[in-house]
């Protein structure tokens, strides 16, 4: 099992950057692929990053290409999202997920951070 917990969500301007993390606990961090997600007010969750185990393999949802940047680092059982040129759209609950590699695995969540971006 992993233990996920996100922070770095916070109030910025419209252009403006934030940084999440997620901290994960639990075993075999760097076997799991990680995701970011985001719900959005009235809105389904959808798809905004994916890293795979190693780090390097990266996929992003269209919305977010060029803009946001995932990351991670084993070591210190984290991954990241870069935020860059934020849009008033990016707003929502963003949430980490991590599961491992093969069909029927677990999903795990963490509690979700809020990100706001104001014009």
């Known amino acids: 099992q992993v233990q996920l917990v996100e922070s770095g969500g916070g109030l910025v301007q419209a252009g403006g950057s934030l940084r999440l993390s997620c901290a994960a606990s639990?075993?075999?961090?760097?076997?799991?692929?990680m995701d970011w997600f985001r719900q959005a007010p009235g809105k389904e969750r959808e798809f905004v990053a994916a890293i795979a185990w190693s780090g390097g393999s990266t996929a992003y949802a269209d919305s977010v290409k060029g803009r946001f940047t995932i990351s991670r680092d084993n070591a210190k059982n984290t991954v990241y999202l870069q935020m860059n040129s934020l849009q008033l759209e990016d707003t929502a609950v963003y949430y980490c997920?991590?599961?491992?590699?093969?069909?029927?695995?677990?999903?795990?969540w963490g509690q979700g951070t809020q990100v706001t971006v104001s014009s």
């Open positions: 997920h991590a599961k491992l590699p093969f069909v029927g695995a677990a999903d795990y």
């Open positions: 639990g075993r075999s961090f760097n076997s799991y692929r």
